[in-house]
């Protein structure tokens, strides 16, 4: 578990304070401010808070709950509320401000643990390990649940089980332990590997938050039917990249190629639709991409995991399906959407060029700690079993050649992005023409 603390201080406010209610909630906001109430400081305060700053071009500082009287027992009141105006949570952009006596004060990451301590709430445990956790990641990573009903009472504390969902029905599940004295822990961790057939990385550009799309029927009809329900998904993927890029001011170019990149996913989509109702294969949707405006680093880490590494394999694979299909229409099909795919490659390649000259330092190790997991992670789909009728019908790769086809993209990963880092982000020049 993370041990750095986030730092905290009192700072001049750079917008007035103002109340947010929940439903308004920031872009990466990990609490909401109801569990608040329910907060009980090791130590008494007069007064406590959730502040952050939200994600407005103004970086207001906005209170999501709070509890108790501002400067209660404070002598000189002026004094000790202007205090508790400035009080800013640095370093992750929320926390929890407070009074107590004269003082105010904030604190954020792992200092909320021992401000809190002794934990003896189920809200006070899902804030010390959402919170403690936060300081090692992205603002658009994901984290344990922060919903105290998911917390369980035990003899030391509580304990979560936090599961997370991706494509092909692969699942971690890691149960979480918090103590009363605010430590936190990883009790166990289970891994249930992706459902054979499943090649979710082969099209499409997925989104945060994005549910498993379910598919019925053969082999052949539900591998078409959810690659029709990603394609499906990726015209919401880009058009979200493209509203974020222009939110953020980046260059026209890549903001109309991602627009144009949306329009070949709802062409990629009808014809995979087509091809799963041939096969008698069914699929759900997997709906809509959120439309808040993320930050920069959590933009880049999806583009990085869905575009960098997705796409540019998944255009590895339709190059390898145009080639091997037996089925002549899949095959003509696949050459379409193989050059679409690695245009929608290139695509990802330049706007890494572009955040990275943008992101600081750390924000940069954790979008490259992100591709490095993206790219494991192929190599454990790439292992799983395939259906004969995919490798000849379809053209997929067996296991073996799934492999080094894995290899292949690695190889392209490290001179693509040696290129980006080295050549391109500082100028902003396209990577590709």
Not at 24 to 35: D, P
Not at 197 to 220: D, I, K, Q, T, W
Not at 290 to 313: K, M, P
Not at 351 to 372: F, I, K, M, Q, T
Request: proline fraction near 6%.
């Amino acid at each position: 578990m993370p041990s750095a603390s986030a730092s905290a201080s009192v700072a001049a406010p750079s917008a007035p304070i103002r109340d947010l209610p929940n439903a308004q909630r920031g872009t990466g906001q990990r609490c909401t401010g109801a569990l608040v109430a329910n907060l009980r400081p090791g130590k008494p305060v007069d007064s406590v808070e959730l502040r952050l700053e939200h994600s407005t071009p103004a970086h207001e500082l906005v209170r999501t709950g709070a509890t108790g009287t501002v400067c209660a027992r404070a002598i000189d009141v002026a004094k000790c509320k202007a205090s508790y105006e400035a009080a800013k949570p640095v370093g992750l952009g929320e926390g929890l401000v407070y009074t107590r006596g004269e003082f105010a004060g904030a604190v954020a990451g792992t200092e909320i643990a021992p401000f809190l301590a002794p934990i003896d709430t189920p809200e006070e445990a899902a804030m010390t390990l959402v919170y403690a956790m936060a300081v090692d990641t992205s603002a658009g990573a994901a984290l344990p649940t922060c919903d105290p009903a998911a917390y369980h009472a035990t003899a030391d504390g509580y304990e979560v089980v936090d599961v997370a969902t991706q494509m092909c029905n692969e699942s971690t599940s890691t149960t979480y332990a918090v103590a009363r004295s605010g430590a936190t822990r990883v009790v166990k961790t289970d891994h249930t590997p992706p459902s054979p057939n499943c090649h979710h990385y082969v099209r499409g550009r997925g989104f945060e938050g994005m549910s498993e799309p379910e598919a019925s029927g053969c082999a052949l009809g539900a591998f078409f039917a959810r690659d029709a329900a990603l394609e499906a998904a990726s015209v919401h993927a880009f058009r979200r990249l493209s509203a974020e890029l222009a939110a953020h001011r980046a260059p026209r170019s890549l903001r109309a190629r991602a627009k144009r990149a949306a329009e070949d996913e709802v062409r990629h989509a009808r014809t995979m639709k087509r091809f799963a109702k041939r096969f008698g294969g069914k699929c759900n949707r997997v709906g809509a991409a959120s439309a808040n405006v993320r930050d920069l680093e959590a933009i880049a880490i999806e583009n990085v995991v869905e575009g960098c590494v997705g796409e540019t394999h998944a255009a590895l694979i339709a190059t390898f399906q145009a080639e091997r299909a037996k089925d002549p229409a899949v095959r003509a099909a696949m050459r379409t959407i193989a050059r679409d795919e690695t245009r929608h490659a290139a695509l990802a390649w330049d706007v890494a060029a572009w955040l990275d000259a943008r992101l600081p330092s750390d924000s940069r190790a954790r979008v490259e700690s992100a591709r490095r997991e993206a790219i494991t992670n192929l190599h454990a789909i790439a292992s799983a079993p395939v259906d004969a009728s995919l490798v000849s019908v379809a053209g997929m790769p067996t296991r073996d050649q799934a492999v080094v086809l894995v290899g292949s993209a690695e190889d392209i990963f490290r001179v693509v992005g040696r290129r980006a880092r080295k050549t391109l982000a500082p100028t902003g020049v396209p990577l590709f023409g």
